[in-house]
């Protein structure tokens, strides 16, 4: 099956650092990705969804600034989180639309733990 | 309104037990129903899917649809500790959308 990774999957950072984290599907060619956030015994909360080579589309309440997305090829993606805060901590998961297919299809990644102290 | 509503749990029930887990939702465009397993800090994996209304059987898991009531159900029979996991389920509407996940709903099953 499909094959999504992310990296790194556990990281601690200071408060005002800046964090980045990776997803890539291993695979196959990915040519919308999408970005989660899930904090503890929460569901899954869509934070953007991006297209190969162009602007990442925002959802409501989340901070573009903050949050920098870049999907440079179809098969990386990257999340920055910002100036973290202790705020900014909960579990980053990534997903892979792989451009054919069924419309519902999307892989998902093992996840990151993001800790800011 | 939660776009689609699941019971969180937990839900506690003993090895060989047949697990009955449900969502409802709100969008009648949704066509896409789909069920994820997702073990402690790990990412979702998809256990089953259906397009628009009726059954599925994979195995020991069931996936049911009812459009006229917009209730989604998961059945898992003979159910294993190692069904201990939070179920998730997401809709999506056709022309590839965004899915849209319930809040999921944590089993744990004794052995």
């Known amino acids: 099956g499909a094959v999504v990774s992310q990296h790194p999957s556990w990281v601690i950072c200071k408060s005002g650092t800046s964090v980045k984290i990776e997803c890539r599907s291993l695979?196959?060619?990915?040519?919308?990705m999408f970005w989660y956030r899930q904090f503890p015994k929460q569901s899954l909360m869509l934070m953007a969804t991006?297209?190969?080579?162009?602007?990442?589309?925002?959802e409501q309440g989340v901070e573009k600034d903050k949050f920098l997305i870049n999907h440079a090829s179809l098969t990386l993606s990257t999340l920055t989180v910002t100036s973290a805060h202790p705020e900014d901590s909960s579990f980053y998961i990534c997903?892979?639309?792989?451009?054919?297919?069924?419309?519902?299809?999307?892989?998902f990644g093992p996840g990151t733990r993001l800790t800011v102290t | 309104q939660k776009e689609v509503e699941q019971d969180p749990g937990p839900l506690s029930v003993p090895e060989g037990a047949i697990v009955s887990l449900n969502c409802t939702y709100s969008n009648s465009a949704f066509q896409y129903f789909m069920w994820y397993r997702q073990y402690s800090r790990k990412g979702p994996e998809l256990l089953m899917y259906t397009y628009s209304s009726g059954n599925k059987e994979d195995g020991r898991f069931t996936a049911q649809v009812d459009k006229s009531s917009k209730y989604i159900s998961l059945f898992i029979r003979d159910s294993q500790p190692s069904d201990s996991a939070t179920y998730l389920c997401a809709t999506a509407g056709t022309g590839f959308q965004k899915l849209v996940f319930g809040t999921g709903t944590r089993l744990l099953v004794s052995p």
């Open positions: 991006s297209n190969e080579g162009s602007k990442a589309t925002y």
């Open positions: 997903s892979a639309h792989p451009g054919v297919g069924s419309d519902y299809e999307q892989y």
């Open positions: 695979d196959f060619q990915a040519t919308t």
